[in-house]
Every structure is written in structure tokens, then in C-alpha cells.
């Protein structure tokens, strides 16, 4: 076990060593290792899996279910009625049934929470490990690609550009291998990595150049390595020990806890009051403290965290089914928020799949020597194959008889998106070498000193670099991606070879690529910005190519910028540039990462969708990061969404579900703090004027009860289409005065409600007005009251879930689910049928009168009216309900 921790203190010995020393010490070969070997090196050296902080236990889990702001109300009103009811009450008057019921509120909302986040916490992992990360491990022989987490030490493995260090590794090779080592570092530029024995022992570890960290990934160039140290004894892993994690809070999280201190304010403002109020004209402090503490409660959406985790569990698992992977549960509502939708160009706007459409020599005629030579280069690269050497391959494989290309590869100068270009060295079986060397035209132009003309080389003339030039034009306005291709022979030392070798070199001819739009881009491009997203082209491809690009789309364009020109603004400018224009080009990964950031700043909220190693930054600082399944591990790794299509029309399916959910969080927080709210002013009146409570502590209890298990339904209940259409933003400020314009309208039928039941029902039914009846008969006055008002109560908060959970008339333009409707119906009759069975009776409720329901339906439907006319005027005023 001891050993499973001197791998960290012992980079300077790895660096020191020879690679047959490296192969001796983790018992593994040329060859790799064997399953034996893997099994011993894993127990010996432990698992490549790292503990960002300690994991929450399922104590801490329970604790922070059940200890919430909301529950320790309740706890503390079961502990003081627990106190009053039976320890100090006499012995015929013991009772712990009210005790019962509030603590039952508790397990309820907690147990509920609780089930709810830990299958949250599965249902994330399960929607990560549909997200692989793999890394090129050579076992027994040749290398393969396998999950991250099964390598172990002495594993070879083989890295290229895009590639996250997957452990830490001492380089055997390296070929211009550039590393950022920012999560571990903080440096901002890439260093160069070499595979030579470093014998000097660093204070700094990070500073050996013959050993690759995890956590730090490849900017440019390739190297094979054998790794030195797995997991949590990487220098990775003891960094992610020693902090403890702090994540930024989302504007969701900001949301829901500035919407519980909004409705703690309430509560300690209403609690006291009614306690005061109801001391001073009840002369009974005791019984007024446990009704402002009910009263407290009554405030209290006690199933908060219960729906909002099952709104983004269920949330999660639906965009799943459409395609959307959600890596971190809270970012779904920053989903559905954006309003700015940022893009790179090649696989998004356009198919996956490049066609190579043309190869032509240096005169625009087909040539098989051009496509040879391109097929030498894309073959024999070890560093990341893009999807034009794939076309190249393709192509070559068809038209010629690739069997027959006899060559060895030498050496090679891998792409890096600085030269943007890329060489390899072959040997011919006469021995005779050459240096082949494909990239973008101007790169091309700026190291190629001669032109190959029908077979005759000569020197490269200014008036030759125009006529290329305008050629390839030509072919980018038709929406061809060109590139050139050169050539050199006997060029150096073989060996030697490096940048400064890419030079004097022969123009022999340029590919031609079609990467024609995909067939749903131009409808989705139309879906998303119906429904509130712009959508930004931020590409580090060619103007002309990127024009056509749009135009074929129907992406508007009034004035391409190129990076060129976002080097020369400042913050505030391209502040404003970033707002005005819509497409971006000839773009390095950093001034992509300018521009997300400045749209922010602008007070946007930006997704960026991206699959390449120069998409990683921007996605990094983009509100929420988009990527897609065959994207490179940095861009998975970086994404806080992981599209299973790379398609448009895939991203706004999830979209409008991060809204769908956003809109049925907000359903139950607004509707129900209103209603609340609502409930507790009608209180607060009541008490002033009656002689005895409006209703007991344990009934507003219960009545919330039955109410939050309605709720409940919510998760499942849909939005109305023109809620979709528009990005939506948590604004607790918005629930504030949704509470004030919709609490008072339900205590306008509170108090009817109140006279009818004080003025008319009671007095029918005990025969007299409360102030000339007995004791025996107010009893029987004030158990009816209190289910009159208990029953209206419920039916008005319940139904106004439906008219609040749309702008529309409830029941006729639009209707819940089917769930919805059902689960409230439920809860409405069970409360109804309360008050006449013996369980009723023990709350202090008794059967109401035929008379009643008339006046109760009559007194429901103006309600409901009332709501309707109110939110009109809401509308109006704040521009939306939810």
C-alpha cells in the first residue's frame, strides 16, 4: 500500500530514467501490458479515479433534507405543541395527535427531498456515463482505445492534439508537443513538452519537461509515454484533495435562495403580527404563539426542494430521450435561458461528413500526383485526424490503387493552429526522401519558394501567388474549402526535421472540399430564432467560405468581422461589436473566448456549441458549454451539455424542455406563495375583528398538507406553447409582486367567505348569532366556521394552480395533464369528504350543510373570474404570468 504513494514524491526518479528502466519498474514491455499485469498494477498502484472533494454521505444527506429553512419551522412547532399538548397538559387532555401530524409534514417533505436528490445524484451519473472519455493505450501489442478510468500504471499510452492528459505520463517521444497546463499551473500559454532524461531534480514538479500531468491536455503535436501515476496519486489528485470545491452558484441556485430568504422576510413579518393581534384581543399569548408559528408555516412552500429536484431529475431524464445528455443538473435552467446562441461553422451549420470534391494541380486541372501526395500526409500523421484527412483517405482509397504507394514514414511536423499546416517526412523504396506538407493557402504561399506548372518547376512569381489566389477564391465563393499542397525532396538530415524545414518548398496543387449545410440547419436556424435565440457564427474559417456558408442557410449577414480586427478592440469595443454582428471569422480560440465573454458582459446568457480543441476556452466561460459525443475529450470535458446528435434541431428540443421545467418550478413557487400569502392576510384580518381563531393551528397545517401533495403533479403538467417561445430567467424580485397582486384577490372571497359562514350558515344551522349562544354552541359555531372556511380554502387554492399555471382561461383555452388534473381532483374531494368523517371531528371540523356548496361553487367561479380579469392586467404591466 505504501507504494500506492511514492509515485508523487518521485517525478525527479521518473524523469531520471532510461525507457527500458521505466519498463523494468512497472513490470510492462514494448508490447504493453497483459490482464495479469493491468490486475497487479491496479492493486499495487491504485484506480485512475479521481474525488473532486469528499462525496456527500448519505447522513449529510438526510441532514440536509430534513434541516431546511422551511422543516425547521415546522420542527419547532412540533416541539412546542409536543410541549403544550402533552407534558404540560393534564392527564385527561393529553394529545398527540396534532404533534403527529406536524411531524408527519416533516417526514413528507423531507423523505420526499431526500428520495429526490439522491435519484437526482444517480440519475447525473447515469447521464454522465453515457459520456465516454478514452485514451490510445497500447495492450498486448497495438494500441486501443479504452475508458480513462481503466488505465494503470506502466499502461504506453499514445497522445495527439485535443487529447486530455489522462494520467501523468513520462514521455518516451514527443514530436513539437505543446501542453497547457492552466488547471494545474494557472500559465496562460502552452508549454513544450520533450522526451529527453531530465537528471536535475525541481523544486517545482510541473516544470519537468519529460513528464505530462493529468488534467492539462494537448494543445498541438503528439508523444507516446508510459504512465507513472494513476488516480489520486496524480499530482492532479492531490490538488483536487487538498480543495475543497466551491462552485460558482448559477443564477438557478441564486434564484431559489433568493426566493427563500424573499419568503422568510414574509413569514417574520406576518408570524409576529398575527401573534400580537391575536394576544392582545384573544388574552390566550400561548395559543396565539402556536397560531403565529401555523401562520409561519402556512407561508412555507414546504415541498420546495422536493419539486424543484423532481422537476430537474424528470427534466434531465426527457432531454436524454431527445438526444440531450445534462452533465450538471442545475445547468437545465440556464438551458432554457439563452438568448444567445454562439456556433462554430464546420459539423453544425454544415454535414459531419467532407467531401473531397476536386484535386487539382497548380493550372485547376485534376491530378492524381496532388491526391498521392495528400494521401501520403493524412496516412501517415500520428496527430489528430480531422474530417479532411478522412475525405482525403476516402478519396485515395477510390481512385487509386493505394496498394501500390510503397513509402516509410521518416518523421513528422505536426498541425498546430498557429502555422496551420501540417508535414510529414516518406522514403521512397529507392531511399530517395521527401518532405509533403498540406495547410491553408496563405500559409501554404508564405513557405513555398516554386510553383509546379504542367510538370515543370520555376520559381514562384508574385503574379503566380494572385493567380492561386484568385483561383481559390473562385472555388470559396462556390463554397469549396481549399488547401494546398507542397512538397520538397531530400530536404534535410532525416531525423533533424522541425518547423524551420517547412520552407523552399514546391506548390504542386490544391483539394477542394465541399462541406455542403446539413438539411435541417436553415429550418432550425428559422426554430431557433423564433423562439428567442440569436444565433452567432464564430468560426475560424475562411470569409468567403463562411458567406456562402450562411447565405445557403438564410443567416443574415451585415458585415463579417475578422479576428484580424478583434485584435485591434479593446473590451468596450467589441462589447459593441459583439452585439451588432452575427458573424465571425478567421477566429483563434482566445478571441472566441473574447466574444463569449463580451456577450455576457452585454447581459446576455450564452451557450456555446462547440466540438474542437479551439472551442474548449470559450466554452469554458460560456454560461452553459454545448458539446457533442464524437467531439474532442477537452470539448467533452468542458461542455455542461453533451448533444448525442450533432444537430440544431437537437439543441432546441432541449432548450424548450430547460424551459418546460424552468416554467413548472415556477408554477408551484409562484402560484402557491401567492396563495399563501393570500391565505395568511385573510388571517391576519380575521383575527382582528373575530372572537375566536379563523382556524386552528393543526387545520392550516393539514390544509397544507393535502395541498403540497396536489403539488406534487406539478413535474408532470406541460407549458402552453408561447410560454416556449421566449428565453426565461430566474427574477425573484418577479414572485414579490406576483404575491402582492394575486395573495390579496384570494382574500377578497377569504372574508365572503368569513360573513356568509359568521353571518349566515352558522347562525342557520346553531340557531343564533355567536355572541347569544351557550358555550356548548359556540363550540359547535366555531368547529362549523372553521370547516366552512377550511373547505373553500382548499378548493380556491388548489383550482387557482390551474388558472395561474397559464396565461389563458383555465379549463377552456387551456388545460393540466392529465396527472395534474387528477392528483388535484383527488386532493380536492379528499378534503372535502374531511370534515364528515371521524378524522374531521378530531381536526375540530364538522359537516357542512347542503346551503354551503351552492354558495361555495358561486364563490369558486367568481374567484377563478376574478383571476382571470387580474391577470390581464399583470400581464399587461410586467409582460408575462410565470
Not at 119 to 148: C, D, F, H, W
Not at 507 to 532: R, S, V
Not at 855 to 873: E, G, M
Amino acid at each position: 500500500m505504501e507504494k500506492k504513494h511514492e509515485t508523487k514524491k518521485n517525478y525527479g526518479t521518473f524523469a531520471a530514467k532510461t525507457k527500458q528502466e521505466l519498463f523494468d519498474l512497472f513490470h510492462t514491455s514494448e508490447k504493453g501490458m497483459s490482464d495479469d499485469q493491468i490486475e497487479k498494477a491496479r492493486d499495487l498502484y491504485g484506480e485512475n479515479s479521481i474525488s473532486y472533494g469528499k462525496k456527500t454521505s448519505l447522513f449529510v444527506e438526510v441532514i440536509k433534507a430534513f434541516i431546511t429553512p422551511f422543516t425547521l419551522v415546522l420542527i419547532a412547532l412540533g416541539v412546542i405543541s409536543f410541549m403544550t399538548e402533552y407534558v404540560m397538559a393534564p392527564p385527561s387532555d393529553k394529545d398527540l395527535f396534532g404533534v403527529a401530524i406536524i411531524f408527519t409534514m416533516v417526514l413528507v417533505s423531507g423523505m420526499m427531498t431526500l428520495i429526490q436528490s439522491v435519484r437526482s445524484n444517480q440519475a447525473a451519473e447515469k447521464l454522465k456515463s453515457l459520456v465516454k472519455v478514452t485514451a490510445a493505450v497500447k495492450r498486448q501489442g497495438s494500441y486501443q482505445e479504452i475508458p480513462m478510468e481503466e488505465i494503470v500504471c506502466g499502461d504506453q499510452v499514445r497522445l495527439s492534439a485535443g487529447d486530455m492528459i489522462p494520467a501523468d505520463i513520462r514521455l518516451l517521444t514527443a514530436k513539437d508537443l505543446f501542453i497547457s497546463q492552466a488547471a494545474l499551473t494557472g500559465e496562460s500559454y502552452p508549454v513544450e513538452k520533450h522526451a529527453v532524461i531530465c537528471t536535475s531534480e525541481s523544486q517545482n514538479e510541473a516544470s519537468y519537461e519529460n513528464i505530462a500531468f493529468m488534467g492539462s491536455n494537448v494543445i498541438s503535436g503528439s508523444a507516446e509515454g508510459v504512465v507513472v501515476a494513476v488516480g489520486k496519486h496524480t499530482m492532479f489528485g492531490h490538488v483536487a484533495q487538498t480543495l475543497s470545491e466551491q462552485p460558482v452558484k448559477t443564477n438557478f441556485e441564486l434564484g431559489i435562495q433568493k426566493t427563500s430568504m424573499l419568503l422568510i422576510k414574509f413569514m417574520a413579518l406576518m408570524a409576529p403580527t398575527v401573534i400580537v393581534i391575536n394576544g392582545l384581543t384573544k388574552g390566550d399569548w400561548l395559543e396565539a404563539f402556536l397560531f403565529g408559528l401555523s401562520v409561519a408555516v402556512g407561508l412555507t412552500p414546504e415541498m420546495l426542494p422536493m419539486i424543484v429536484t423532481t422537476n430537474l431529475v424528470k427534466g434531465a431524464s426527457i432531454m436524454a430521450k431527445k438526444g440531450t445528455v445534462i452533465k450538471n443538473l442545475n445547468a437545465i435552467q440556464n438551458f432554457g435561458a439563452i438568448d444567445v446562441l454562439c456556433t462554430d461553422k464546420t459539423g453544425t451549420l454544415t454535414q459531419d461528413k467532407i467531401i473531397l470534391e476536386y484535386h487539382m494541380d497548380c493550372e485547376g486541372n485534376e491530378n492524381d500526383r496532388v491526391l498521392r501526395h495528400a494521401y501520403l500526409n493524412s496516412y501517415y500523421q500520428t496527430g489528430l485526424k480531422n474530417l479532411l484527412d478522412v475525405a482525403i483517405i476516402d478519396e485515395a482509397m477510390e481512385t487509386l490503387d493505394t496498394n501500390t504507394i510503397n513509402y516509410q514514414k521518416v518523421d513528422e511536423i505536426p498541425f498546430d493552429f498557429e502555422r496551420r499546416r501540417m508535414s510529414v517526412v516518406v522514403e521512397d523504396p529507392t531511399g530517395k526522401t521527401q518532405m509533403i506538407t498540406k495547410g491553408a493557402i496563405e500559409e501554404m504561399l508564405s513557405i513555398s519558394e516554386y510553383i509546379d506548372l504542367g510538370g515543370v518547376v520555376s520559381p514562384l512569381t508574385l503574379k503566380q501567388r494572385e493567380t492561386v489566389l484568385e483561383k481559390v477564391r473562385e472555388m470559396n465563393e462556390d463554397g469549396l474549402r481549399v488547401i494546398g499542397v507542397a512538397q520538397k525532396t531530400n530536404s534535410s538530415v532525416v531525423g533533424e526535421f522541425s518547423v524551420k524545414d517547412e520552407s523552399e518548398m514546391v506548390l504542386i496543387g490544391y483539394l477542394a472540399f465541399l462541406d455542403p449545410p446539413k438539411e435541417t440547419t436553415k429550418q432550425a436556424l428559422k426554430a431557433l430564432k423564433n423562439h428567442g435565440v440569436a444565433v452567432k457564427v464564430l468560426t475560424g474559417d475562411n470569409e468567403l467560405v463562411t458567406r456562402s456558408v450562411c447565405r445557403q442557410v438564410g443567416l443574415e449577414i451585415n458585415e463579417l468581422i475578422t479576428g484580424e480586427k478583434i485584435a485591434q478592440m479593446n473590451d468596450q469595443q467589441l462589447k459593441e461589436v459583439a452585439e451588432a454582428h452575427n458573424v465571425f471569422v478567421k477566429l483563434n480560440p482566445q478571441q472566441k473566448a473574447r466574444l463569449t465573454t463580451a456577450l455576457r458582459h452585454n447581459g446576455h446568457t450564452v451557450g456555446f456549441l462547440g466540438d474542437g480543441i479551439n472551442d474548449a476556452p470559450a466554452m469554458k466561460v460560456a454560461d452553459i458549454g454545448i458539446s457533442v459525443d464524437t467531439a474532442v475529450d477537452i470539448a467533452k470535458e468542458s461542455a455542461d451539455v453533451i448533444l448525442l446528435e450533432k444537430d440544431l434541431m437537437i439543441l432546441e428540443n432541449g432548450l424548450l424542455s430547460g424551459r418546460e421545467t424552468f416554467g413548472n418550478i415556477m408554477k408551484y413557487i409562484k402560484a402557491t406563495a401567492s396563495s399563501n400569502f393570500g391565505n395568511m392576510f385573510s388571517v391576519l384580518i380575521a383575527s382582528t375583528f373575530l372572537p375566536f381563531l379563523p382556524m386552528l393551528p393543526l387545520q392550516i397545517l393539514f390544509l397544507n398538507l393535502i395541498y403540497d401533495v396536489s403539488c406534487i403533479s406539478l413535474p408532470w403538467d406541460k407549458m402552453d406553447k408561447e410560454y416556449l417561445h421566449e428565453p426565461k430567467k430566474w427574477e425573484a424580485s418577479s414572485i414579490g409582486k406576483f404575491m402582492i397582486y394575486f395573495g390579496p384577490t384570494s382574500s377578497i372571497f377569504d372574508i365572503t367567505t368569513y360573513l356568509l359562514m359568521y353571518f349566515v350558515i352558522c347562525p342557520a344551522v346553531v340557531g343564533g348569532s355567536f355572541h347569544t349562544l351557550t358555550a356548548s354552541q359556540q363550540i359547535v359555531f366555531i368547529a362549523l366556521f372553521h370547516a366552512g372556511w377550511f373547505v373553500e380554502s382548499l378548493w380556491t387554492q388548489t383550482l387557482v394552480l390551474h388558472a395561474l399555471r397559464t396565461p389563458k382561461v383555465p379549463f377552456l383555452q387551456s388545460n393540466g395533464t392529465f396527472v395534474m388534473v387528477s392528483i388535484t381532483t383527488l386532493g380536492i374531494v379528499a378534503g372535502s369528504i374531511l370534515p364528515f368523517t371521524n378524522f374531521g371531528s378530531e381536526l375540530g371540523l364538522l359537516p357542512l350543510p347542503s346551503n354551503y356548496w351552492i354558495w361555495l361553487i358561486i364563490t369558486v367561479v367568481a374567484y377563478l373570474a376574478l383571476v382571470t380579469f387580474v391577470k390581464k392586467i399583470y400581464i399587461h404591466k410586467f409582460g408575462e404570468l410565470l
